[in-house]
């Protein structure tokens, strides 16, 4: 994590807290109030980034999120759909699914 995004304070004395640990452990920890904003880019494949999130989502309570998916081959854009009804399931609402133009094989979910 950039230190110049770890200084940042936003409204409200908001504050990026870097959690330093592999996400499956997140979800076995005890959150005591819901998370604000979920930020997730993972280099995994979808189908990982969706397990984690749907394990973590229901600890973590977060009112927001803003998660890549990385669709590194034809088999993962083919499955968007199926991606967007699962998380659909569980995300904060509204919920958008938006193409990333950088390399046009990512997509990123904002969701509440
Ligand atoms: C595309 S990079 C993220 C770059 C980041 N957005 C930035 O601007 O520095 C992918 C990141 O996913 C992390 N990652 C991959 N698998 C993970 C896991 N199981 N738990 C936590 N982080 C993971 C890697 O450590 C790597 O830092």
């Known amino acids: 994590m950039h230190p110049s995004v770890l200084a940042e304070i ?5 504050r990026v807290r870097h959690r330093q640990q592999p996400v ?10 819901p998370v604000d904003l ?9 189908p990982a980034v969706i397990r984690y999130i749907e394990r973590l989502q229901p600890s973590v309570r977060a009112r927001r999120w ?3 998916l990385k669709l590194n081959d034809s088999a993962m854009v083919s499955r968007l759909p199926d991606f967007r009804e699962r ?6 609402q509204p919920l958008r699914v938006v193409q990333l133009t950088a390399n046009r094989q990512e997509v990123m979910v904002i969701a509440g």
Do not use: C
């Open 10 to 14: 936003g409204p409200g004395g908001a």
């Open 24 to 33: 499956g452990s997140l979800a076995r920890e005890t959150w005591t109030r």
């Open 38 to 46: 979920l930020v997730s880019d993972m280099n995994l494949a979808p």
């Open 66 to 68: 803003i998660i890549t």
């Open 87 to 92: 998380l659909g399931r569980i995300a904060p």
